[in-house]
């Protein structure tokens, strides 16, 4: 019995990181071609915050002890991923302030609200680098709705936010509304961070993010498989990490991360050895010509 | 007076634009009859760009209105009517993960319609605009690894790929070698001529277009002239002069005669070759 219940918690875990390392990638593809990566940095900090804040109201007003941590973390990653949006618009000739700015508020506001809560380090900690095993049905449900809600989104824009990513002018001239679009995209980044958080935990999903992404970008000609190959990579992370997490007994989050980052040197030492080999076979086949 | 009969493609109704305090356009009045092959000239920092910016909606003037195909800007949606090769096209970032076929694609996403993703017929779309600028040997290549020209022809074929009736070129030879400019001209007059699409090319280079233009503007922060091109031919030492000034005047004479050095140039460099 007591096996079984262990089972059902590794599974529920494998469960959400397979929904995860689906995800995360195709975002990942957009940010990068974007050039927005960093962002979810900035807005996972500011999720953490949202979380703490979660668990504050959770211990100190009974009527709000039901609160799920994720859905306060996903309401403040929302109001940061659209306060980036604005931030932007303000700083027009220096974007990258926004990230910077979001990012320290959102550590800063972290380490007030934690202060003032009465939670275990322990449970900091899980949050901080995910824990597979504390994956709840709740928070299953919790993932699994934001997965649902950000595949959708997914499916029915991945033209316009190519279009966008690639030539905001042109895009509009086709008919595509930009605005829309960008506050879609926030809503999406905002989406993908907040259901990250508990398999891969608030340091590290910015890795289920960029790395696989970087990794598939070692092979891909079209944006069509950067997505492709970026599922596979992030998958495998995922499984990967899964695994030997499990196995070895070490935590989740960062098995996973220094999976996806095995995944991405490999990716690179494929892609030189065929540079190698290329060369060489261009030097040989000259060779034959003189020949 | 045939010209007048036409239905117009663009309406441009006392038009002024400025950027913080200094004026760009003052009272632009234009209209472009659809069929027609327009050299829109004027010199660097003319306003050029910003009245193509005006036109397509990208920016909101400060006064007076714009009409596509008889609808104020502001409501138009008939974009897959447009196309539009921006002068800024070439500058995308070289690494961007994207085939030709997909850089086309985007010029029928505007068409196809959410949670749709393109079918058959729109593919063979894509295909045939590749093909028809002369680019369907590279129709899997990165789009950063093409030259300059070759890139061009790719945006060529987005904006054409949804059958517009009316085309925008802003400076697209701008960065293109000298005979990729002629056919790329020649491509124009063609899709003018055979297929009677409105083109709006927008360039600094007066020489190399007016062979291939019905129509001629000419800008410099006001509409110095709008005309067909025989009758810019006549006022051109005036409009030149007016617009340039006079020293710049004597260069474009220059560039003339430059044009008809280059052919032999080429036959001397050729010769060399040989």
Aim: charged share 15%.
């Amino acid at each position: 019995m007591e096996l079984l219940q262990q089972l059902t918690f590794l599974e529920r875990g494998v469960l959400a990181g397979l929904i995860i390392g689906f995800i995360c990638p195709v975002v990942g593809a957009f940010l990068l071609v974007r050039r927005m990566t960093i962002i979810s940095e900035g807005l996972s900090h500011i999720t953490l915050s949202g979380i703490a804040a979660g668990v504050l109201m959770s211990q100190t007003t009974a009527l709000l002890a039901f609160i799920n941590p994720l859905y306060t973390g996903l309401i403040f990653s929302l109001v940061g991923s659209l306060l980036v949006e604005k931030l932007r618009q303000i700083y027009k000739h220096f974007q990258e302030l926004a990230i910077p700015i979001i990012l320290s508020s959102g550590i800063g506001l972290s380490a007030l609200l934690i202060s003032m809560s009465t939670s275990s380090y322990s449970e900091w900690y899980n949050y901080m680098f995910g824990s597979i095993v504390t994956v709840n049905l709740n928070d299953l449900l919790f993932i699994f709705m934001t997965g649902i809600i950000a595949m959708l989104l997914l499916a029915a824009f991945y033209k316009e936010l190519l279009s966008i990513s690639f030539d905001q002018e042109f895009a509009f001239t086709s008919g595509i509304s930009v605005k829309k679009m960008n506050f879609l995209f926030s809503v999406l980044i905002a989406l993908v961070i907040s259901m990250s958080m508990k398999v891969v935990g608030i340091l590290l999903v910015g890795a289920m993010v960029t790395l696989p992404v970087a990794a598939s970008m070692q092979f891909a000609k079209s944006f069509r498989q950067v997505v492709f190959l970026g599922i596979l990579f992030g998958e495998a992370a995922m499984i990967g990490g899964i695994f030997f997490s499990y196995f070895f007994n070490i935590a989740t989050g960062g098995m996973i991360v220094v999976t996806g980052l095995l995944l991405l040197i490999i990716a690179l030492l494929i892609n030189k050895i065929k540079k190698i080999m290329n060369s060489y076979r261009l030097i040989s086949s000259r060779k034959e010509i003189v020949k | 007076m045939n010209e007048q009969s036409r239905p117009l493609a663009i309406d441009i109704d006392q038009l002024s634009f400025a950027y913080q305090n200094q004026n760009v356009l003052e009272d632009i009045n234009m209209k472009v009859p659809q069929g027609s092959f327009l050299g829109l000239v004027g010199p660097n920092g003319s306003g050029k760009s910003t009245l193509i910016k005006c036109l397509l909606g990208l920016l909101t003037p400060n006064q007076g209105t714009v009409k596509l195909f008889g609808v104020n800007v502001k409501k138009f949606d008939r974009w897959n009517d447009i196309g539009f090769v921006s002068q800024k096209a070439n500058s995308f970032n070289s690494g961007f993960p994207a085939t030709v076929f997909e850089v086309v694609s985007m010029g029928l996403y505007g068409k196809v319609g959410l949670f749709r993703f393109l079918n058959r017929k729109h593919k063979q779309k894509v295909r045939e605009a590749i093909a028809q600028v002369g680019m369907e040997d590279f129709i899997n290549e990165n789009i950063g690894q093409l030259s300059g020209g070759q890139q061009q022809r790719v945006f060529i074929a987005r904006a054409l790929v949804s059958d517009p009736s009316l085309l925008i070129l802003d400076e697209p030879t701008v960065g293109v070698d000298a005979k990729s400019v002629t056919n790329f001209y020649t491509m124009l007059k063609k899709l003018n001529d055979e297929k009677g699409i409105t083109l709006i090319l927008v360039t600094h280079d007066i020489g190399a277009m007016s062979e291939y233009v019905t129509d001629v503007a000419c800008l410099n922060k006001c509409l110095h002239f709008h005309g067909n091109k025989h009758s810019f031919e006549e006022n051109k030492e005036e409009m030149m002069t007016a617009m340039y000034g006079h020293e710049v005047n004597l260069l474009e004479h220059n560039h003339d005669h430059d044009h008809h050095h280059h052919h032999h140039d080429h036959d001397d460099v050729r010769r060399d070759e040989t």
